[in-house]
């Protein structure tokens, strides 16, 4: 019964996982993970600090670990540490450091970029707002020229009626001077010729006259 038992135990132990631990490569040093406990072994890795593995078994100052990606390998355990070392932390912290950096001076030349483009678009406004308060002036004075050039056009056209129809009145009164002159010229002519006419008969009278008394 203890055989079964002892039998029972030992297949429970081989057959449970194996509890791994996670451990990190000390500071100051790169350590190679061997294919067995000592320094004939083959090397399959090389680990550097901070790098992060699992233990799977110690023996003899030795640690069975398995790497990230997947590979197992003896290491020494002397190199092996619970916390990340602080030099990894440090390069670590160094390069999100330069990384907030590199995005602070983004955003600051973005921002930088984004007043630039609001004071060209307020330019920009301010201009349009310029162009737009001279065209409104512009337009008005326009439509109070448009209203006096029409009060204008209507007076000329006014007078233009009115010119025409006294052009054609003198035209008529012209025409009436025109007949009253051929018709006065034609009375003196006749005036005329009368007083021709009674001067030829009275002379011929007149001689009538003079031969009478000389026959006497």
């Not at 030099?87 to 630039?116: C, M, W």
């Not at 051929?182 to 006749?190: D, F, R, V």
Request: proline fraction near 2%; charge should be neutral.
């Amino acid at each position: 019964m203890k055989k079964i038992l002892l039998t029972v135990a030992l297949f429970l132990m081989i057959a449970s996982p194996v509890r791994a631990e996670s451990f990190y490569i000390s500071d100051n040093v790169d350590i190679d993970v061997r294919t067995g406990q000592g320094y004939d072994y083959r090397i399959i890795a090389l680990m550097h600090p901070g790098d992060r593995v699992e233990t799977l078994k110690n023996e003899d100052g030795w640690s069975l670990v398995r790497l990230e990606n997947g590979k197992e390998g003896w290491m020494l355990s002397r190199f092996l540490t619970k916390s990340r070392p602080a030099g990894p932390v440090l390069l670590d912290l160094q390069k999100e450091h330069r990384e907030l950096q590199e995005e602070y001076s983004k955003a600051i030349n973005e921002n930088t970029g984004f007043k630039l483009e609001n004071e060209t678009l307020k330019t920009a406004l301010d201009q349009k707002e310029s162009e737009r308060a001279a065209a409104l002036e512009s337009y008005e004075a326009l439509k109070k020229g448009s209203t006096e050039f029409l009060e204008v056009s209507q007076t000329l056209d006014a007078a233009n009626k009115e010119l025409s129809s006294l052009k054609k009145r003198n035209g008529e009164l012209e025409a009436v001077l025109v007949k009253l002159e051929n018709g006065q010229w034609t009375k003196g002519l006749l005036t005329g010729a009368g007083i021709l006419l009674a001067g030829i008969l009275l002379g011929m009278i007149s001689r009538k006259k003079r031969r009478r008394s000389s026959l006497l």
